[in-house]
């Protein structure tokens, strides 16, 4: 097990744990009661932690290594799937994979951002950030859901699109904007749920549709704490600061109406339950499909770009009233 | 004979290595150090006479270039505000203050109707010299509005990029209106109304990555700087230098994302001449 910073008073009630279940299994001492006593004080411990998770620990959350990605997620919801490769026009990314998949009978195409799940997959994957070729894959992806038919299921998880030289010369801007335009548009219904960490543009990239739900720790942001540390304080020490000021959590998001809702995650984190987070996702995403399935397309088309059209925060200009010229 | 002797004849340090230009009345080029009078410099579509560099300037700028005289502004009635209460070094609050009073302008964006070559233009401009030309809220509203318009009146849109980005300080708001805009600009597109984006030095991050790369027509100034992340960030990621020209608007138009580059003088008749051919 993997415990973070804020985790310690955890750790060392694990490190007990494990101490006395040595004792009681080395002596004829019986130690059930201890052993319940402590399992109780770890389960109201970690309530009592995750309950009031600040900004930038639900950032290191969302980043925890034994985190589930989108395949584990596609593995355990999907009876049937296939993966697909390639942008048919210059390679295949690694870091969004996407595919056909059948979710409870019903024929779907689900795209996501895939980190690795150790350090030479982390390398292959690279670290979830996408190139131009990724968001173009996407949209191939949606633009073939589109036409069959199917619902297109979106996760996102990402620290940003990749800034590289050749993402640069092969158009990371156009590849991204190209596919907020498109989704814009998709006569099928595109749901979205951010998964772990959504950074900026690499995020929206796969990110514009008709429901878009963030699991309980992750973040959603127009830029990493990092960064904005980086660039507003002019150092990297303030990203804990920065988190708090971006306000970047999914209860704030939700608040903003800039998302439609927060899908909980089991005690603990998603890491600490995988199999359980699967079952709630898949359980939402069913749901959601149906929820969005009979629409007019028309209709949903018209409701998603009103949706986006709402979003913002701006006020009234006062009216400055002009001064009556003195006679001279 | 005098009682002092001149070394050397004439004045030795010339015009452009002269160390300061007093305000007012001399403009001094950023790139080639040449002066030349502001009126030189107005008279030449604001751009160096000597090395032809384009200086940065103002939406109302570009509207006295376009405009075929009189134009009118519209969405002129919001304002950003700071929702978040946004504080880093400085809270946002009086970040937006400092700016409308040096700008003396509502946001990084203004929106104005009138016509070019007698054919009638929605041009919608951005500002750099108000919060790096950063995207919020109030921008992303306000291209909305000039797409509205737009799309009833069945007038061409053009959108002159000029920005660093979204406006961090907006957070996620910022980044939605990379969303909002694109998904206005797909009414357009299904609407069949043109839309010019027109790039200039610098566009870069969540503008390049939305509405400025989404033109029917895509275009830009000589040696604009156009890119989604920003050389430094590019630099310190791969750790190596970037070759030289790298996302310049030569750049771009080698890699097939501009249709062309356009010198500042010769801007309002290519935009005829484009509005004639749709």
């Not at chain 2, 300061?20 to 030189?40: H, V």
């Not at chain 2, 410099?41 to 751009?47: I, L, Q």
């Not at chain 2, 929106?111 to 070559?117: F, P, R, S």
């Not at chain 2, 694109?182 to 299904?190: I, T």
Request: net charge negative; glycine share 8%.
């Amino acid at each position: 097990m993997i415990f973070l910073d804020f985790e310690k008073p955890l750790e060392n009630l694990y490190e007990q744990l494990e101490k006395i279940r040595q004792v009681g299994e080395q002596g004829d001492i019986d130690v059930s009661e201890m052993v319940q006593e402590l399992e109780d004080k770890i389960t109201n411990q970690r309530k009592e932690i995750y309950a009031n998770l600040t900004g930038w620990q639900k950032v290191q959350l969302s980043r925890h290594p034994e985190r589930p990605y989108t395949l584990y997620y596609i593995r355990h919801m999907c009876d049937t799937f296939v993966e697909l490769h390639g942008d048919r026009r210059f390679k295949d990314d690694k870091a969004i994979v996407g595919g056909l998949g059948s979710l409870g009978g019903q024929n779907v195409v689900l795209i996501g951002h895939q980190k690795g799940v150790n350090t030479k997959m982390r390398q292959y994957r690279n670290f979830g950030m996408a190139n131009p070729e990724g968001y173009r894959k996407a949209l191939r992806l949606m633009k073939l859901a589109e036409r069959f038919g199917h619902p297109i299921v979106c996760l996102i998880d990402t620290p940003g699109a990749y800034p590289g030289i050749e993402a640069e010369e092969r158009g990371q801007a156009e590849a991204i904007a190209r596919n907020l335009i498109e989704m814009a548009q998709l006569r099928v219904p595109v749901i979205c749920v951010v998964i772990g960490e959504g950074a900026s543009g690499g995020a929206i990239g796969i990110g514009l549709g008709d429901s878009v739900y963030m699991l309980e720790n992750t973040w959603y942001s127009v830029i990493s704490p990092e960064s904005c540390s980086s660039i507003l304080w002019r150092s990297w020490d303030y990203k804990a600061q920065a988190a708090e000021a971006l306000k970047l959590t999914p209860d704030h998001m939700l608040e903003f109406g800039l998302i439609d809702g927060i899908l909980q995650e089991p005690v603990g984190g998603a890491h600490a339950q995988p199999e359980e987070m699967a079952k709630l996702l898949q359980r939402h995403l069913q749901k959601t499909i149906a929820e969005f399935q009979d629409m007019d397309p028309d209709a949903r088309i018209a409701r998603r770009i009103d949706k986006y059209s709402k979003m913002g925060h701006y006020a009234a200009k006062p009216v400055t009233v002009a001064q009556p010229e003195e006679e001279k | 004979m005098g009682w002092f002797k001149r070394l050397k004849d004439g004045i030795i340090t010339s015009t452009k290595d002269k160390k300061e230009a007093p305000d007012g009345l001399w403009y001094k080029c950023q790139r080639c150090k040449a002066a030349s009078t502001l009126k030189e410099v107005r008279e030449n579509f604001h751009k160096c006479t000597r090395c032809n560099y384009h200086i940065r300037i103002g939406s109302h700028d570009y509207f006295d270039l376009l405009f075929d005289g009189e134009y009118t502004e519209i969405a002129t009635d919001i304002q950003s505000e700071d929702f978040l209460e946004f504080t880093d070094l400085k809270p946002y609050k009086d970040r937006l203050e400092a700016a409308r009073k040096k700008t003396d302008l509502d946001d990084a964006l203004s929106v104005a109707i009138g016509t070019v070559e007698e054919k009638p233009l929605v041009v919608a401009a951005m500002d750099f010299s108000f919060i790096g030309g950063s995207m919020g809220s109030v921008v992303g509203e306000k291209i909305a509005r000039a797409i509205d318009y737009a799309l009833t009146e069945r007038t061409p849109l053009m959108i002159i990029s000029k920005s660093g980005g979204a406006r961090m300080m907006e957070s996620a708001f910022s980044l939605m209106q990379m969303a909002k805009t694109s998904a206005k600009l797909s009414q357009l597109a299904k609407a069949g109304v043109p839309y010019f984006s027109f790039m200039t030095d610098p566009t870069t991050g969540g503008v390049t990555a939305s509405f400025a790369m989404l033109g029917d027509i895509n275009f830009a100034e000589p040696e604009a700087l156009i890119g989604f992340a920003g050389p430094r960030v590019i630099k310190e990621t791969i750790k190596k230098d970037l070759p030289e020209g790298f996302q310049t608007s030569e750049f771009l138009l080698d890699h097939g994302f501009l249709d062309f580059i356009v010198d500042r003088k010769d801007l309002k008749t290519r935009v005829g001449e484009l509005l004639r051919l749709f």
